[in-house]
């Protein structure tokens, strides 16, 4: 393999482990939802591991970001207010049916600011 497509995949692995870790997820939660071992988790954050299309946008649709995130083509970092990083870090240990019932409340509280405004 060329040096280059194993920093490549290096940089890979550590752009998902720095996700995942963000969220609070575990490598067992997250080897679940791809369908994956846990080893093979491990394997792909430390670049020995390719990494095939579909599971990459696994990762992205599990850690809320965009794939080109991961690979290299977004390299702005999104700043969020502190406390909107918090909100994110709670949620991220909420369960999926629970992450969906706060979205339908921040939409709500949204739509009521909406309408104050009228």
Known sequence: MSSNAESERLKLGERLREAREYLQLSQDEVAR?????RAAISLIE?????VEALE??????IYQRPVNHFTGGNQEK?????E???LARKA???SGRDRA???RFADYL?????????
């Open 92 to 94: 991220a240990a909420l």
């Open 78 to 82: 999104l700043q969020l207010p502190a």
């Open 84 to 86: 909107v990083e918090h």
């Open 101 to 103: 019932e706060l979205a």
């Open 56 to 61: 990459l946008k696994k990762f992205a649709q």
């Open 33 to 37: 939802a791809l369908g994956v071992p």
């Open 110 to 118: 949204k739509s009521r600011a909406a309408s104050a405004k009228d």
């Open 46 to 50: 430390s670049g020995q591991r390719k």
